[in-house]
């Protein structure tokens, strides 16, 4: 084929073709033996009779359906309705959940069922993890007395596991040995004590007395729990429910019943099960380091073979020999204790096996890698009893320590010539086909495909041509075997590119010292010294479409571009100058390297039209949600390239590097530095899409996998996997330059909390020498997912980032504010009041029971995220005690939970959920006036403004950004995400936000949208703009809000109001400044009143103060004429307070005097 056509051609083949592979370009593919006649209809039935919508999503031996495009029932009976599943194999396990969108039965816990040769029919029960072979409603009532349980681990760990048994559950308490003891959570019942307690065959046997349902048909059912000996009792061996034994589904004789439980499966077996599972296509087995590899649920005995194949031709069936395969190596048990560092990064892997490579042997292994591997397990005759392939990231990591100090990876411009350099160890071949200008043209090019040379002791393939190659485009043709595909040929992008042509097709060199690359002023500039200390940032989040495409003061061409941020005298620029002059110190810009969801070239903007509540605005967003010009951006293309989207040309590679430096410069013109959303957590696709890049290089290494070696995905996407040692190389190069070649002064983090401890402050390190100064690090440290909890390593979450100096989005301070949660939708959006915008003092009369006392308890998280969220701060509680931080368990979360400052980020809204003034939409009483939605969304950023740490802000937030009501405008369009910078209009009453993620909330969305009076004017726009400026200025006056340490922290800040008789609606912090660097006041005192009523509050501690009202308060141009009406009376320590007012109180040197 063309050197140039961009396809992945499969050369050989020994599976059946993948989806991704492309069938006729397919070269000698070796047929594959018909499957057996086997079906599988699946029977379900709901307590309730209503099926609608359930569907069944299936995996391993059945095909696969897209989450939201699952299988739908086939038909109904008299039973319920039933499933006919397609099946992706004839033989195996098929996994199955039912749903209702993200609503699973069985607790979401996987159901499994293994095929046998011709029809399969199983029917299913809703909260019934039984396969039963016949109609369980049909049966008659068994005559039973005991359960027999079968019970297997793979790791022979029998003693570490009991029972937990209580009455009522269907045993029969009476039948069970004399004295021993049930009921008792943290002393579970040992599997030995049990009646007829042996061991068998890989598995321990114990019998458990049953009541005899003959003698009352209501006991149905045996109900028990496995879980671990403490400290491990919480630990139920991988079920969140009971195990649920219903007697219908055994075979009962001699009023004995059995079932088999195997280790880490929910699935509650009738009949003994065949465990034995053979595949090419999956990865059960996992590579530790180049030695060791680990087989779980597979009993340790004897020897495995390894079977290769250069050409991937390798075929396997169950009882059946290895067929096609070039030879094999043997693999010993391995009895010795795993090594420390492999244990701890591998320690998710299930129990099973370990084997071990013979030492002679191990010089093979880097051929071998580059070859089709299975694992077979075979009996004396020679027989496939198991077979898998093993995931390689282990392996690769120990082979190849020595490619993670490979300085220069990608194409390299240096000493007279251009240097190509990949990593791609498991590849057979690697060539770079490079596009080149014809000499003398400017519109001939010529291509070549030149191989590359492999370095041994990296896996790095490298090519060196001479002269400046700059501008040349170029791809990589990489020769690899791919699981479940075959030996392919793919011609991908480099993973290091630092230009592309238009859509990512191609990777362009680009040397970013070239002058070419480099706007005017470029070389010899700084970023802005704003930022002395942690405590000093303070971040607005921008997308930069957003910014500017409505923008009419932008010229046309410039608008939703780079470009746009260079116009100084535009609305926008203009808006983010002041901003600067009042404080703020950071634009951080939603993603802005190269994405797939947004043409380049091409894009459309729908021009919607309705009314404030209407639906054909959406309907128009959605219809173009494919074509259209916008996306937030996080599905990474290209890690280190700037979006094309965002230029004002494709066609040249160099226009979105320099432009993006111009922006880079304009922002810092205005006293800005510049910050990015880093998303190295996910790619937008892997394996052989057309969109995937990593997976084409190595197969199977820059992913996180799961036991099976799927992509996990819960990040939404294809989680990468920076525990693998070049897959963080991957994220720091990256890093670095951004940082050091663009001048990054900031980098925010996406779902932080799915990368290690570990890499991430080895990033802040090198990106702090490589740009020669420090950068800040802030990220989303949510704990989630395959890794929560440390199952895979230390993550970089929110609780586990403790003296890193790496910041994490605060939830508390967020949920306090607002009120509920972050992802709160239905009722749940208006009675969940928050602190700004009613809970009990002004309740909108949708949730009784609001009492004092919780909003009491809201005030308390509120001041912990005021303290900095310090975790050895001590504040006296609302119950009045006197507690560390750490000590008050919220929802799980220590209300302190960092060591420092600077590891706080706090906010109330970002581009994520509901913006803030659409949150209180829902949640203010809908008599609130205009007015008075100004004040609450002030009240809210102050509390955020005055809190000690790092400081957040959603733009918009400042002129009442609203979405419409738009829950998660990701690919919500222009329309939904509009910013107007002329303060006219904040985009509410836009029409009802896309049904996409909002449908279920249109009945409560729609009569707020309508309503007139909820929306603001441009009046109430101007002064929130305003008051918040003068928000940045109090924080930007002194550092008493910017404490450097958590000890300043503990040594000058105090809480007034508090303890049980406080007012609950009145938050006050005092602040000592005597003695401090840049305190400019001896004393600072805020008060926040959120209440619609005036308060009077006297406190005594501040009588004979010198106090008197801050500056920015008395200023000529002062937003908050209200707040200038506050009083202080010295003698008693009286406050006279506004309504819903924030004011802040000083004493100054010279008074004090």
């Not at 405008?969 to 509009?978: I, L, P, Q, V």
């Amino acid at each position: 084929m063309a050197a140039t056509t961009d396809v992945s051609v499969a050369l050989l083949a020994g599976v059946p073709a993948g989806a991704s592979a492309l069938p006729d370009q397919r070269i000698a593919a070796v047929a594959t033996p018909a499957a057996p006649a086997t079906s599988l209809r699946v029977h379900y039935r709901r307590a309730d009779g209503n099926h609608a919508g359930w569907q069944i999503h299936t995996w391993n031996a059945a095909q696969s359906p897209n989450w939201n495009a699952g299988w739908n029932a086939s038909g109904s009976d008299d039973f319920g309705v039933y499933y006919d599943v397609p099946l992706a194999a004839g033989s195996g396990t098929v996994g199955f959940l039912f749903h209702l969108g993200d609503t699973k039965d069985n607790g979401g816990a996987d159901q499994s069922h293994v095929l046998q040769s011709g029809a399969n029919e199983i029917w299913r029960l809703e909260g019934d993890s039984t396969n039963y072979t016949s109609n369980p409603r049909l049966l008659p009532v068994p005559d039973i007395k005991t359960v027999r349980v079968h019970y297997k681990r793979f790791d022979g760990a029998y003693s570490a596991w009991g029972l937990h048994l209580w009455n009522g559950s269907g045993l029969d308490v009476a039948a069970l040995p004399a004295g021993l003891q049930i009921d008792r959570w943290n002393q579970p019942v040992p599997l030995s004590a049990m009646p007829g307690h042996a061991a068998g065959d890989g598995e321990v046997v114990f019998d458990i007395p049953v009541l005899n349902p003959q003698g009352d048909v209501s006991r149905s059912a045996l109900e028990f729990i496995i879980h671990g000996m403490p400290p491990q009792e919480n630990d139920k061996d991988g079920r969140d429910a009971n195990i649920r034994v219903p007697y219908a589904s055994l075979t009962v004789r001699n009023q004995v019943g059995h079932i088999w439980l195997v280790e880490r499966d929910t699935q509650v077996y009738t009949a003994a099960p065949d465990l034995r599972q053979v595949s090419t296509t999956d990865a059960r087995a996992v590579w530790l380091n180049r030695q060791l590899v680990k087989w779980p649920r597979l009993a340790a005995s004897g020897s495995v073979r390894l079977y290769h194949s250069a050409t991937g031709q390798i075929r396997l069936g169950l009882d059946q020999p290895v067929q096609g395969a070039d030879g094999f190596i043997t693999l010993d048990a391995f009895t010795g204790s795993v090594p420390a560092a492999e244990a701890q990064r591998f320690k998710w892997v299930a129990s099973g096996a370990v084997f071990q490579v013979r030492p002679a042997d191990l010089p093979r292994l880097p051929a071998l890698h580059q070859q089709q591997l299975v694992l077979v397990q075979e009996d004396a005759a020679g027989r496939v009893q198991n077979a898998t392939t093993a995931q390689i990231a282990g392996a690769l990591d120990d082979l190849y320590t020595a490619a993670e100090a490979v300085p220069d990876l990608g194409a390299v411009v240096a000493g007279g010539s251009t240097r190509f350099k990949l990593w791609a160890p498991t590849a057979q071949a690697v060539s770079v086909v490079l596009t080149t200008p014809v000499s003398g043209s400017t519109l001939l090019t010529r291509t070549t495909t030149e191989p590359m040379t492999r370095d041994a002791a990296t896996g790095v393939w490298q090519l060196s041509k001479p002269g400046n190659l700059q501008g040349a485009s170029y791809r990589y043709q990489v020769q690899v075997f791919v699981r479940g595909v075959g030996l392919v040929r793919n011609l991908v992008t480099d993973p290091y590119s630092l230009g592309l042509t238009q859509g990512g097709q191609q990777s362009v060199v680009v040397d970013l010292q070239s002058p070419a690359t480099k706007p005017p002023g470029w070389d010899g500039a700084s970023p802005p010294a704003t930022v002395a200390a942690p405590a000093d940032l303070s971040i607005y989040e921008l997308h930069v479409r957003d910014f500017s495409v409505n923008d009419a003061s932008v010229p046309t061409a410039r608008r939703g571009k780079y470009l746009a941020f260079t116009e100084t005298q535009s609305n926008g620029m203009r808006h983010l100058a002041a901003l600067a002059q009042a404080g703020l110190t950071d634009v951080h810009l939603l993603p802005v390297f190269d994405i797939a969801s947004v043409s380049e070239k091409g894009c459309t903007t729908p021009a919607p039209s309705g009314t404030p509540d209407g639906t054909s605005q959406q309907a128009t967003v959605a219809a173009t949600a494919g074509t259209d010009c916008f996306n937030w951006g996080y599905d990474p293309h290209h890690f280190t390239t700037p979006d094309g989207s965002y230029a004002s040309s494709v066609a040249d590679p160099l226009a979105r590097i320099v432009e993006f430096r111009r922006m880079v410069q304009a922002l810092h013109g205005v006293g800005l530095r510049v910050g990015m959303d880093m998303v190295y957590n996910h790619t937008t696709a892997s394996g052989q899409n057309s969109t995937s890049v990593l997976d084409k290089v190595v197969p199977g290494y820059y992913h996180r996998l799961n036991g099976s070696g799927g992509v996990e995905r819960s990040t939404c996407c294809e989680n990468t996997a920076a525990e693998n040692r070049m897959m963080a190389k991957l994220m720091i190069d990256s890093a670095v330059t951004w940082t050091r070649d663009y001048r990054i002064s900031s980098l925010r983090f996406d779902i932080m909390g799915h990368h290690p401890r570990a890499v991430m402050e080895a990033l802040k390190a090198r990106v702090k020498a490589a740009a020669g100064r420090e950068v800040q690090i802030v990220g989303e440290g949510w704990n989630f997912g395959e890794v929560a909890n440390g199952a895979r390593f230390v993550q970089a979450e929110m609780l586990s980032l403790n003296g890193s100096g790496i910041g994490s989005f605060n939830p508390l301070i967020r949920d306090a504010v607002r009120g509920g949660g972050c992802c709160d939708s239905g009722n749940a959006l208006v009675a969940n009041q928050g602190y700004v915008n009613g809970f009990f003092y002004d309740p909108n009369g949708s949730a009784a029971g609001q009492t004092r006392g919780e909003l009491m308890w809201q005030a308390d998280r509120i001041k912990a995220s005021l303290a900095g969220s310090i975790r050895s701060f001590q504040m006296q509680t609302s119950w009045d005690a006197m507690l560390r931080l750490d000590q008050i368990d919220v929802g799980g979360i220590p209300a302190g939970w960092v060591l420092e400052p600077g590891e706080v980020v706090n906010y109330v809204e970002n581009h994520d959920n509901l913006t803030l003034f659409d949150n209180n939409a829902y949640r203010l009483p809908t008599g609130t006036s205009r007015e008075d939605r100004a004040r609450v969304q002030i009240l809210a950023n102050a509390i955020n403004t005055f809190s000690q740490g790092v400081l957040y802000f959603h733009a918009g937030t400042d002129t009442l950004r609203s979405k419409s009501l738009d829950r998660n405008s990701y690919d919500s369009g222009d329309w939904f995400n509009r910013l107007d910078w002329t303060h006219a209009d904040n985009n509410f009453g836009v029409g009802l936000p896309p049904a996409r993620d909002n449908a279920d909330n249109w009945p409560l969305a729609r009569p707020l949208l309508a309503n007139p009076l909820i929306k603001p004017g441009a009046a109430e726009i101007a002064w929130t703009r305003d008051a918040f400026r003068d928000l940045l200025r109090i924080r930007q006056s002194s550092t008493l809000l910017r404490l450097r340490t958590a000890e300043d922290i503990k040594a000058r800040l105090s809480f007034l109001n508090t303890g049980s008789g406080q007012e609950p609606t009145v938050l006050v912090g005092r602040l000592h400044g005597v003695g401090y660097p840049g305190a400019n006041f001896d004393e600072l005192v805020y008060l926040i009143n959120v209440d619609k009523t005036d308060k009077q509050l006297t406190l005594p501690a501040l009588a004979g103060r010198p106090l008197e009202l801050h500056p920015v308060h008395t200023a000529a141009g002062a937003a908050d004429r209200r707040a200038a009406l506050a009083g202080f009376d010295r003698a008693t320590g009286r406050f006279s307070l506004p309504a819903r007012t924030a004011v802040v109180f000083v004493a100054r040197s010279a008074l004090s005097k």
